[in-house]
């Protein structure tokens, strides 16, 4: 009987020394900024995707029509490279 409680204690034991290493890994291993680059993800996404968007309204669009998605394709890419520069700025923050 004594054999089987020192082996269920040295078990838990190790369950409790597992849990505290799997936890310092995660603590450590993960960015600060990780769901705040997740979400400029997301957003360069979609971005990009109205994007395509712009650029497939200039096959069927009439030339006054063209001025603005013209326009609107500018300030897009300006979203775009403003979201790719938040996102280098995170990286360069994890990464000195």
């Avoid at 020192?6 to 597992?18: A, G, Y």
């Avoid at 063209?66 to 775009?80: A, G, H, K, P």
């Amino acid at each position: 009987m004594r054999y089987y409680s020192r082996i269920i204690t040295s078990m838990q034991s190790l369950k409790v020394i597992f849990v505290l290493l799997a936890m310092t890994v995660c603590a450590v291993a993960f960015h600060e900024h990780t769901y705040a680059v997740w979400e400029l993800r997301e957003e360069l996404q979609m971005l990009y995707i109205n994007m395509w968007e712009l650029l497939y309204q200039l096959e069927y669009v009439t030339d006054e029509q063209r001025v603005v998605v013209y326009s609107d394709i500018e300030t897009m890419l300006q979203q775009i490279n403003h979201t790719i520069q938040q996102l280098l700025e995170h990286d360069r923050s994890q990464h000195p």
